[in-house]
């Protein structure tokens, strides 16, 4: 069983920086991808940052230039570096892990529908004021 726990959320004014945590345990040995995604109040949750089962990275093009995907693979943690926050990446954020049957037909993780998902964290909290 797959368990995702994000830490690191909180409140921030516009310019200021987060970074996100996602401790993993209980990862397949199968090819996998992990990703970070976000929901704001009212809006479908969307993807903003991978690594991909290839090992490439992408990046929403929203957030492209501002924020850094990264992991330890030691600590088998997943980490979002956030920087130049602005009141639109205001949302809840959540950690995800996909293996190869649900990234099949995808180029990107963060093309993949999130109902399709099925290993996600509890979410933290991201609030940015301006």
């Known amino acids: 069983q797959v368990d995702l726990v994000e830490s690191g959320g909180g409140s921030v004014q516009a310019g200021g920086s987060l970074r996100l945590s996602c401790s993993a345990s209980g990862l397949p040995h199968s090819k996998i991808a992990m990703a970070w995604f976000r929901q704001a109040p009212g809006q479908e949750r969307k993807g903003v940052a991978a690594f991909e089962r290839d090992g490439r990275i992408t990046y929403a093009e929203s957030v492209k230039g501002r924020f850094t995907i990264s992991r330890d693979n030691a600590k088998n943690t997943l980490y979002l570096q956030m920087n130049s926050l602005k009141p639109e990446d205001t949302a809840t954020y959540y950690c995800?892990?996909?293996?190869?049957?649900?990234?099949?037909?995808?180029?990107?993780?963060?093309?993949?529908?999130?109902?399709?998902?099925?290993?996600w964290g509890q979410g933290t909290l991201v609030t940015v004021s301006s």
């Open positions: 995800a892990a996909a293996s190869d049957y649900v990234l099949n037909g995808f180029d990107s993780f963060l093309s993949v529908p999130f109902a399709a998902v099925d290993a």
